[in-house]
């Protein structure tokens, strides 16, 4: 005979095989194929990249200081970024914006023109010279460099060798 705890056992039990084999037939019904899935997340990198490269003129070193010249061409650059952010082309001069003898201490100021646009003159505190505002992939070929200058008497010159150095920068935003 069955007492009662047995026969309550047995119930439970009976009732527990046949739900779990109801819920069997509801995931995966009989003739359906079983699968499986993951991700497999793929990822690189590309390291920023700015560039610069220069190709003097010869015209940047024979500057006749004694009569006026406008937009003497003195180098012409290639200028390369990939920066997500754009980048800044900046210019700066070691002799204040001046072409200075280093002897006797004359000098005449001169302006820069980049690319054919505004007149500016250096000095030495980088100065911006191009904005590229966005992200896209930038090669800039042929960008050139011209600058002005006043005469000056050549009674008011003293001889010798005059000179200034522009520091160009392409750096990432």
């Known amino acids: 005979m069955f007492n009662k705890k047995s026969d309550i056992k047995f119930k439970k039990v009976g009732k527990m095989i046949s739900f779990s084999m109801l819920s069997g037939l509801l995931v995966s019904p009989i003739g359906a194929s079983v699968n499986s899935s993951v991700n497999l997340a793929l990822k690189a990198v590309i390291q920023e990249k700015v560039s610069l490269s220069l190709a003097n003129i010869n015209s940047a070193n024979q500057i006749n200081l004694n009569i006026s010249q406008n937009d003497i061409p003195v180098?012409?650059?290639?200028?390369?970024?990939?920066?997500?952010?754009?980048?800044?082309?900046?210019?700066?001069?070691?002799?204040?914006?001046?072409?200075?003898?280093?002897?006797?201490?004359?000098?005449?100021?001169?302006?820069?023109?980049?690319?054919?646009?505004?007149?500016?003159?250096?000095?030495?505190?980088?100065?911006?010279?191009?904005?590229?505002?966005?992200?896209?992939?930038?090669?800039?070929?042929?960008?050139?460099?011209?600058?002005?200058?006043?005469?000056?008497?050549?009674?008011?010159?003293?001889?010798?060798?005059?000179?200034?150095?522009?520091?160009?920068?392409?750096?990432?935003?």
Request: cysteine-free; charged content about 20%.
């Open 75 to 173: 180098a012409r650059f290639v200028e390369f970024s990939n920066s997500s952010q754009g980048y800044l082309l900046k210019a700066r001069s070691e002799n204040d914006g001046k072409i200075k003898n280093f002897t006797n201490n004359n000098f005449i100021p001169y302006y820069i023109r980049f690319n054919g646009g505004h007149e500016l003159q250096l000095s030495e505190l980088d100065q911006v010279l191009n904005e590229q505002q966005n992200g896209d992939l930038r090669q800039a070929a042929n960008r050139s460099i011209t600058i002005s200058h006043q005469a000056v008497a050549s009674a008011n010159l003293k001889s010798g060798s005059y000179e200034d150095i522009i520091i160009l920068t392409v750096e990432s935003k």
